[in-house]
């Protein structure tokens, strides 16, 4: 929820970065700067903290590839469209940050169980 919190706080931010990487450059890879963050390298904070902690740990190159398609960039396309999307489903700020939690969490959950992903029509109760 923070990880949201922070993206939807700097979405105008996130919303040029996106534009930028599609553009060819200086600025083209800004986007993927982000991976710095998530990659098995000993400059990664987050990473070296780990290995220092398990001696076994790595990343792979697909574990790298799906937290970035399956972790940052939804994140980051949630909060580029957020206003877009809210003017079109008319709902409030805090009723689609919980609507996309939500999902997130029965897609993460469903992909850890194995099961089927059931995508309720309750958006009533968010």
Avoid: C
Avoid at 16 to 35: T, V, Y
């Amino acid at each position: 929820e923070q990880v949201v919190d922070y993206a939807l706080k700097n979405r105008h931010i996130i919303r040029i970065l996106m534009l930028e990487s599609l553009k060819s450059g200086k600025h083209q890879n800004s986007l993927f700067k982000f991976m710095d963050f998530v990659g098995g390298t000993e400059e990664n904070p987050i990473f070296k903290s780990i290995a220092e902690a398990d001696q076994d740990f790595a990343y792979s190159d697909e574990m790298v590839l799906f937290k970035l398609f399956f972790s940052i960039i939804p994140v980051l396309s949630f909060a580029a469209y957020f206003d877009d999307y809210k003017a079109l489903s008319n709902l409030s700020d805090e009723q689609l940050k919980r609507a996309f939690l939500r999902v997130s969490q029965i897609l993460a959950t469903s992909m850890i169980s194995g099961k089927d992903i059931l995508l309720r029509n309750d958006i009533a109760s968010v």
